[in-house]
């Protein structure tokens, strides 16, 4: 079906969908005008339609909206095409989401009936299971603090898709466990595969910074989400919940309200393989993963979000440009990071640029493991010093919660002129003796009076402190030299050990 577009509204011709990340909001005002009529009716009707046939087309134009849009699975096809909510009514937005996307929910499978380890790849049901080859379902925790112990509702989970049906109450899936699941704490559902296709050239989601989200993206498999572009939002601009084997070319999002709940650009949570390339901004962070709780057979653990382009949050109010939180695994940051990282989770990766003012650019915390990869080029940026109690490479206190051990790996050329710890490095209570940090570095500035070099523990019940091994410590600024506070539990080892000699 194809709606037909009114005279009155204008049309545009070749809508640009990646200006500047960091312009400022009220550039959204220069928008043309739509004119007085409203088309969410003919919207609605569309997308009834949609529901029916699968397929939509929108022309070329700026569509003046009033109402929720629940756009169902399917093909949206047409031109370059601008929803535009900016004259709606928060109240009438009960959800608080201005366009869904949203495909059917999960059914209950019989429970297993034997535990599964890590690697496994065939799974026993109690009963039929009734699935068939190449449908997906997933494993879904059920035990609170599955993930780590930092917040209760992390919890186990994944996706799979059926290889191999053995009989009534066995399959074989494509992959092998990621972790390993105790039946009577793990149930499993059988997801909708419904899919999504933005076919439009180009759409743009203009919200509200008084409503919730501007598009949120729910339950679909195999989406593809190219050349769309999300503006306003008081949680987030752009949504990504419970989805799986969802790409995104040319995918922007813009939030710049103070939500009171940490708003974002874009936030992916309950979601496994998932990647985007894009421009994205939020006033708390840019592009998030993770955080997501895990109530109607939701996953609790995110596997393999990747992300790779532009993130940014506020200067100063904003954490981070990128943030992963802690019940992510596999996941990945690639490009340009103003404001820096958070880095949370296990086994999860960042590499490019990251800079920020008066705080780390780069932050490895909130751990379900120690195990990271963080390669690229940290900067501090502005004309105040960092807190002495920080680093430009900084690893805050939540030590205790770490599931597993790991090697962090960081190579880094390092431009810290404010910051008078360039690595801090402080697990709180750490009771592990499997966790080694791995520093490859090139001081190109450093701050003009002292560069101090600091791991040391954080608190008094675990008497652990992680092996370090220093490859490379390449001092071009040398000025002064490098002075080391460490723990003397601390042991080090590596070629970079003797650019200590005369300064522990």
């Known amino acids: 079906?194809?709606?037909?577009?009114?005279?009155?509204?204008?049309?545009?011709?070749?809508?640009?969908?990646?200006?500047?990340?960091?312009?400022?909001?009220?550039?959204?005002?220069?928008?043309?005008?739509?004119?007085?009529?409203?088309?969410?009716?003919?919207?609605?009707?569309?997308?009834?339609?949609?529901?029916?046939?699968?397929?939509?087309?929108?022309?070329?134009?700026?569509?003046?909206?009033?109402?929720?849009?629940?756009?169902?699975?399917?093909?949206?096809?047409?031109?370059?095409?601008?929803?535009?909510?900016?004259?709606?009514?928060?109240?009438?937005?009960?959800?608080?989401?201005?366009?869904?996307?949203?495909?059917?929910?999960?059914?209950?499978?019989?429970?297993?009936?034997?535990?599964?380890?890590?690697?496994?790849?065939?799974?026993?049901?109690?009963?039929?299971?009734?699935?068939?080859?190449?449908?997906?379902?997933?494993?879904?925790?059920?035990?609170?603090?599955?993930?780590?112990?930092?917040?209760?509702?992390?919890?186990?989970?994944?996706?799979?898709?059926?290889?191999?049906?053995?009989?009534?109450?066995?399959v074989a899936v494509e992959n092998g466990c990621r972790d390993d699941y105790p039946a009577h704490a793990t149930e499993v559902w059988k997801r909708a595969g419904d899919r999504f296709t933005q076919g439009c050239k180009s759409l743009r989601v203009i919200g509200r910074d008084d409503i919730g989200y501007t598009m949120q993206l729910a339950s679909l498999d195999g989406a593809a989400i190219n050349n769309i572009r999300c503006e306003g939002g008081k949680l987030a601009a752009l949504s990504i919940t419970d989805c799986y084997q969802m790409s995104g070319e040319n995918v922007d999002a813009h939030q710049t309200a103070d939500g009171s709940t940490n708003p974002y650009g874009c936030i992916v949570g309950n979601s496994q393989d998932v990647r985007l390339h894009g421009e994205f901004y939020g006033h708390f962070s840019g592009f998030a993963i993770g955080?997501?709780?895990?109530?109607?057979?939701?996953?609790?653990?995110?596997?393999?979000?990747?992300?790779?382009?532009?993130?940014?949050?506020?200067?100063?109010?904003?954490?981070?440009?990128?943030?992963?939180?802690?019940?992510?695994?596999?996941?990945?940051?690639?490009?340009?990071?103003?404001?820096?990282v958070v880095m949370g989770g296990n086994k999860n990766e960042a590499h490019g640029e990251f800079f920020k003012s008066a705080r780390p650019p780069v932050i490895l915390a909130e751990m379900h493991g120690h195990d990271f990869r963080v390669t690229g080029l940290l900067r501090t940026i502005g004309d105040d010093d960092l807190s002495p109690k920080v680093g430009a490479l900084h690893q805050s206190d939540y030590g205790m919660h770490a599931r597993y051990g790991g090697v962090t790996e960081v190579?880094?050329?390092?431009?810290?002129?404010?910051?008078?710890?360039?690595?801090?490095?402080?697990?709180?209570?750490?009771?592990?003796?499997?966790?080694?940090?791995?520093?490859?570095?090139?001081?190109?500035?450093?701050?003009?009076?002292?560069?101090?070099?600091?791991?040391?523990?954080?608190?008094?019940?675990?008497?652990?402190?992680?092996?370090?091994?220093?490859?490379?410590?390449?001092?071009?600024?040398?000025?002064?030299?490098?002075?080391w506070s460490v723990d003397p539990l601390t042991r080090f080892q590596g070629a970079g050990v003797r650019a200590m000699a005369g300064h522990r």
């Open 291 to 340: 955080g997501g709780k895990t109530d109607g057979g939701k996953v609790g653990m995110n596997r393999d979000i990747h992300f790779e382009g532009k993130a940014g949050s506020h200067p100063v109010a904003g954490l981070a440009g990128g943030n992963i939180h802690g019940n992510a695994e596999y996941c990945s940051l690639r490009g340009t990071f103003a404001n820096g």
């Open 411 to 483: 190579s880094l050329q390092i431009h810290a002129p404010t910051a008078t710890r360039i690595v801090a490095w402080r697990p709180r209570n750490l009771a592990r003796d499997d966790i080694e940090l791995r520093l490859s570095l090139d001081i190109v500035k450093a701050h003009p009076k002292t560069r101090i070099m600091w791991f040391r523990r954080n608190g008094s019940k675990g008497d652990v402190l992680p092996l370090v091994t220093l490859d490379r410590i390449n001092l071009i600024d040398n000025a002064i030299p490098i002075i």
């Open 1 to 170: 079906m194809t709606i037909k577009r009114r005279d009155t509204l204008a049309i545009l011709a070749g809508v640009t969908l990646a200006p500047a990340i960091y312009r400022c909001a009220s550039a959204r005002d220069a928008l043309p005008p739509t004119g007085s009529g409203d088309d969410s009716e003919a919207l609605i009707a569309l997308f009834a339609e949609m529901a029916k046939t699968g397929r939509a087309s929108l022309p070329d134009g700026i569509y003046k909206v009033s109402k929720p849009l629940v756009i169902p699975p399917g093909v949206l096809a047409g031109g370059n095409v601008v929803l535009d909510f900016r004259g709606a009514n928060p109240a009438d937005f009960p959800a608080g989401i201005c366009v869904r996307v949203n495909g059917a929910a999960r059914t209950k499978l019989p429970n297993l009936v034997r535990n599964l380890a890590i690697g496994e790849r065939t799974l026993k049901f109690s009963a039929p299971h009734g699935l068939r080859v190449g449908e997906a379902f997933q494993l879904s925790g059920t035990e609170d603090f599955a993930g780590n112990g930092y917040r209760y509702y992390y919890r186990k989970g994944e996706m799979f898709r059926v290889a191999r049906v053995i009989d009534a109450t066995q």
